[in-house]
């Protein structure tokens, strides 16, 4: 009875050590979970509903990516890139503005560099977690449309300017955890897990 008492014991302890091996691997490691502090989006909001409205508001993404989205990609980290994003908010406004009156369009924008929360994102070669991140956010007009959001740094989606799938090149600015963890389908795991944390920490800080 004790023999068995004793190897029931040791196979609960290997158990143990097993499970908890298996979840250390699947936590999101610190460099991971930089990935909120390493990207700025693109929120950009229409007016409204109408098929005019949302074919206006990709219009204007089309050339805010054509036209910020090559001088964005030049730097060489997020810090760099809100900086000049900061700095050119004015630029970007004034551009957007002009834009739709091209456009016919009697809306005006504003645009602000700022913190918001997205949902879970799946493009059709990356996937972003669920959070706050930095946003560069675009209202037209009232801003009671549809959204269309994305990634501005690095420059993922530049390409929907020419109507094609969003581009790789922009990751070579994420760290290779970073990479991982938006890339593979293996890591959903850490993927979910990370958004339980960030949802938790947002809460309590």
Same mark, same amino acid.
């Given at each position: 009875?004790? /023999?068995?008492?004793?190897?029931?014991?040791?196979?609960?302890?290997?158990? $143990?050590?097993?499970? @908890? &091996?298996?979840?250390? @691997?699947?936590?999101?490691?610190?460099?991971? @979970?930089?990935?909120?502090?390493?990207?700025? +989006?693109?929120?950009?909001? @229409?007016?409204?509903?109408?098929?005019?409205?949302?074919?206006?508001?990709?219009?204007? +993404?089309?050339?805010?990516?054509?036209? =910020?989205?090559?001088?964005?990609?030049?730097?060489?980290?997020?810090?760099?890139?809100?900086?000049?994003?900061?700095?050119?908010?004015?630029?970007?406004?004034?551009?957007?503005?002009?834009? !739709?009156?091209? !456009?016919? $369009?009697?809306?005006?924008?504003?645009?602000?560099? &700022?913190?918001?929360?997205?949902?879970? #994102?799946?493009?059709?070669? %990356? $996937?972003?977690?669920?959070?706050?991140?930095?946003?560069? #956010?675009?209202?037209? *007009?009232? *801003?009671?449309?549809?959204?269309?959001?994305?990634?501005?740094?690095?420059? !993922?989606? #530049?390409? %929907?300017?020419?109507? +094609?799938?969003? $581009?790789?090149?922009?990751?070579?600015? =994420?760290?290779?955890?970073?990479?991982?963890?938006?890339?593979?389908? +293996? =890591?959903?795991?850490? %993927?979910?897990?990370?958004?339980?944390?960030?949802?938790? %920490? /947002?809460?309590? *800080?």
């Amino acid at each position: 009875m004790k /023999t068995k008492n004793k190897n029931q014991s040791l196979l609960l302890t290997v158990f $143990s050590l097993l499970l @908890a &091996t298996l979840l250390l @691997a699947a936590l999101p490691t610190e460099a991971e @979970a930089e990935i909120y502090n390493d990207t700025l +989006r693109l929120h950009i909001l @229409a007016n409204s509903d109408s098929d005019i409205d949302q074919a206006l508001k990709l219009k204007i +993404r089309d050339k805010l990516l054509l036209k =910020y989205g090559e001088e964005l990609k030049a730097n060489t980290s997020l810090e760099n890139a809100l900086a000049s994003t900061e700095a050119l908010l004015p630029s970007i406004e004034k551009d957007i503005n002009l834009w !739709l009156d091209e !456009l016919d $369009s009697s809306y005006t924008a504003t645009v602000t560099l &700022t913190k918001e929360w997205y949902d879970t #994102r799946d493009y059709e070669s %990356f $996937s972003l977690p669920k959070g706050y991140y930095n946003s560069l #956010r675009v209202i037209i *007009g009232k *801003g009671d449309g549809k959204n269309w959001w994305c990634v501005m740094y690095p420059p !993922l989606c #530049r390409e %929907f300017a020419t109507e +094609r799938a969003p $581009s790789d090149d922009g990751v070579i600015n =994420y760290t290779k955890e970073e990479i991982s963890l938006i890339k593979s389908g +293996r =890591y959903q795991v850490k %993927f979910k897990i990370l958004e339980v944390m960030s949802s938790i %920490f /947002t809460k309590n *800080g």
